[in-house]
């Protein structure tokens, strides 16, 4: 009987030599056409994970199955199937930018008209042709982001894995990244999504596992996580000058969102009413927690048990 699942992990464990235990236990399963996020702090094992996943670090123990293909024992077989943007640098230092993206295409198999096509649709998609022509070594951090993005979805895969895909790359590119995302995702593309950009990341993710000391703590639906902050509601205000915020209001982030329990509502709608009345406050937002929220709720209770999305593997 076939798997359900894109990729199936079970029980993954990796200690080094050094005693270090990077992955423990990890039990992980992506579907067909499901965008599937990794949160966690540095050295909380994600990229120790993602290498596993790619044939490139072999486990302690447990298992790592590509559309029923055993990793550990036959790992090219299992890359040939994914396309993969590194979080380091991608670059190769001789090649154009538009090589670069056309040479990874046709790496994976496809024909040098179709590889040229695929190359030209993606830099026009994320406003690169004017820098086609540059080489890789010459072409700023974000450029050279871009096209390693471009580079892993030039060829069809069974599987993206997509490590800190928007690094150095400005908001208006980073726009299009995530917008040709969110078009891979409606064709069915199983993306394994390693990011810190919560913000950006949560229209295109289906489900999100958050990791700490190599054991994932949380896993489930951005609705379904939401449980961990659903007594609370998150203000964003834009002031036109200096202001003392209400004493319920916990500051999210960079001071530009507040925290504030549920049951404070309308004492802080008053208060942004007097304020906006005023001239003080130009405009306000209120809403439910995000991902961020979401991820800092998970982190300061990380031995709590994990929350697993229905239907999800066992």
């Known amino acids: 009987m076939s798997s359900p699942y894109v990729l199936e992990i079970r029980g993954l464990t990796k200690r080094y030599r050094n005693g270090t235990l990077a992955n423990a236990r990890i039990d992980l399963a992506l579907r067909p056409g499901e965008v599937f996020a ?26 790592i ?62 406003e690169l042709d004017a820098f086609r022509s540059t080489s890789m070594h010459a072409a700023s951090g974000g450029v ?11 060829a069809p895969a069974r599987l993206l894995v997509l490590d800190e895909p928007t690094n150095d ?11 040709l995302l969110a078009g891979l995702r409606r064709d069915g593309a199983t993306v394994l999504l390693v990011t810190h950009n919560l913000a950006e990341a949560e229209r295109v993710i289906d489900r999100l596992a ?16 939401r449980s961990l902050v659903t007594d609370r509601l998150r203000l964003e205000l834009d002031a036109a000058a200096p202001l003392s915020p209400h004493p319920a209001l916990l500051p999210d982030g960079d001071g530009s969102a507040w925290l504030f329990e549920r049951g404070r509502l309308p004492e802080i709608a008053a208060w942004l009413d007097a304020h906006h009345r005023s001239g003080a406050i130009s405009d306000f937002r209120i809403g439910p927690p995000g991902l961020d929220d979401i991820y800092a709720a998970a982190m300061a209770a990380p031995t709590a048990p994990p929350l697993v999305a229905p239907g999800a593997a066992q």
């Open 38 to 63: 990794l949160l966690g702090p540095n050295g909380a094992g994600k990229t120790t994970l993602v290498r596993q996943v790619l044939g490139l670090a072999r486990p302690t123990s447990g298992t």
């Open 65 to 126: 199955l590509l559309d029923g293909i055993d990793v550990v024992a036959d790992p090219a077989a299992a890359r040939r199937r994914i396309g993969f943007l590194p979080q380091g640098p991608f670059d190769l230092q001789s090649l154009t930018v538009a090589e670069t993206v056309e040479f990874a295409a046709r790496l994976r198999g496809v024909p040098p008209p179709a590889a040229r096509r695929a190359a030209a649709r993606l830099l026009e998609a994320l």
């Open 144 to 154: 050279r982001r871009l096209a390693g993005f471009a580079a892993a979805i030039a």
């Open 169 to 179: 790359v400005d908001p208006i590119r980073r726009a299009r990244l995530w917008d």
């Open 210 to 225: 958050i990791m700490n000391a190599g054991r994932v703590i949380r896993e489930g639906t951005p609705a379904a996580l």
